[in-house]
């Protein structure tokens, strides 16, 4: 996996998202739009279309979409959790490259940590809440 991220230079952009279990290391510099994760492209990683949108979400909202070649490292959780700290880390490296897109990717929601996590299970219960059938008699 650390093949798949280059070395920071001066005109790269680095930033870090978290979401579940998953963590993210982003960096971004001005170039003609690819993104690689994990050494793969972002629909060929990703894999669901809704996924893919969800990464692109802070790059259309302040209108930088195929401005920037970033690279992409995330490493535990599931894919989607994967997503969710993608887009974490693009809206944080947004706000890194220039400061007066806070206010619109605050707006929508893309600076916010979901620090939602899995429930525990439960002794004596099949799931966290779920309970086992219960007979009268």
Known sequence: MEEAIQKP?????GATGRRKEA???VNMKP???SIMINGLTKERY???KTLVESIMRPLYSVEMAGKFDIVVAVKGGGISGQ?????LAIARALTYFNPEFRAALKKEGLLTVD?????????GRPKARKRFQFSKR
């Not at 230079?9 to 952009?13: G, K, L, N, W, Y």
């Not at 997503?83 to 887009?87: D, H, S, T």
Request: aromatic share 4%; net charge positive.
């Open 9 to 13: 230079t001066p005109d790269t952009i």
């Open 23 to 25: 963590v993210c290391r």
């Open 31 to 33: 170039g003609s739009g």
């Open 83 to 87: 997503a969710g700290a993608i887009k």
């Open 115 to 123: 620090s939602r996590q899995v429930e525990r299970k439960k002794y």
């Open 46 to 48: 990703l894999c669901r």
